[in-house]
T-cell receptor
Framework: DAKTTQPPSMDCAEGRAANLPCNHS???????VYWYRQIHSQGPQYIIH???NNETNEMASLIITEDRKSSTLILPHATLRDTAVYYC???????????????FGKGTKLSVIP | GAGVSQSPSNKVTEKGKDVELRCDPI?????LYWYRQRLGQGLEFLIY????????KSGLPSDRFSAERTGESVSTLTIQRTQQEDSAVYLC?????????????FGPGTRLTVT
């Protein structure tokens, strides 16, 4: 899996959009960008993933640059409950042929401030 | 249920005792992972189950660790003769390879403390 680089920490005012960047300059053509988060004392939570096109779901939007070397996770209206460590990872599409365990880097600690 | 559940949520045990941790995956998810997460650390893969295939046990740290899964349902992780270094949060995740299996859904974890 390609390596990713994220800032170690970010602050965001409650109610504002949180934009979390991720660099993945060595991504290959068939690798997806995934985002997970881990709220303190909870298990990791899947947020969103994408290949080339921008994606949106009920939790967030994912913007992937045209060259696919970086992406941004957008939480449109951050709440205090969004305070967590956010992990950007790059993975191949799961083939179902065997285990494909998750490995997280350091991630970005997002603090949403009242 | 709607999500992955794990029990107990917390377990304190004395060094040398055996413990059993339980995971109930999302209904219909054929694949199940166990991970360990030490305080402030990343995920450490332990074992993987997929349907009726032989499990991938490559992440189990020692022969004190074992896991079972009955069909595509409940899984139990057993740690024998616990040691203090076994203290961690044990996480279970399930996924459905049949629908791409791209995302893993995690339970809340079991926090194990060995005294």
């Amino acid at each position: 899996d390609a390596k990713t680089t994220q800032p170690p920490s970010m602050d965001c005012a409650e109610g504002r959009a949180a934009n979390l960047p991720c660099n993945h300059s060595t991504i290959s053509g068939n690798e997806y960008v995934y985002w997970y988060r881990q709220i303190h004392s909870q298990g990791p939570q899947y947020i969103i993933h994408g290949l080339k096109n921008n994606e949106t779901n009920e939790m967030a939007s994912l913007i992937i640059t045209e060259d696919r070397k970086s992406s941004t996770l957008i939480l449109p209206h951050a709440t205090l409950r969004d305070t967590a460590v956010y992990y950007c990872i790059v993975r191949f599409s799961y083939s179902g042929a065997g285990s494909y365990q998750l490995t997280f880097g350091k991630g970005t600690k997002l603090s949403v401030i009242p | 249920g709607a999500g992955v559940s794990q029990s107990p949520s917390n377990k304190v045990t004395e060094k040398g005792k055996d413990v059993e941790l339980r995971c109930d995956p999302i209904s219909g998810h054929t694949a199940l992972y166990w991970y360990r997460q030490r305080l402030g650390q990343g995920l450490e893969f332990l074992i993987y189950f997929q349907g009726n295939s032989a499990p991938d046990k490559s992440g189990l740290p020692s022969d004190r660790f074992s896991a079972e899964r009955t069909g595509e349902s409940v899984s139990t992780l057993t740690i024998q003769r616990t040691q203090q270094e076994d203290s961690a949060v044990y996480l279970c995740a399930s996924t459905n390879p049949g629908t791409g299996g791209r995302e893993q859904y995690f339970g809340p974890g079991t926090r194990l403390t060995v005294t």
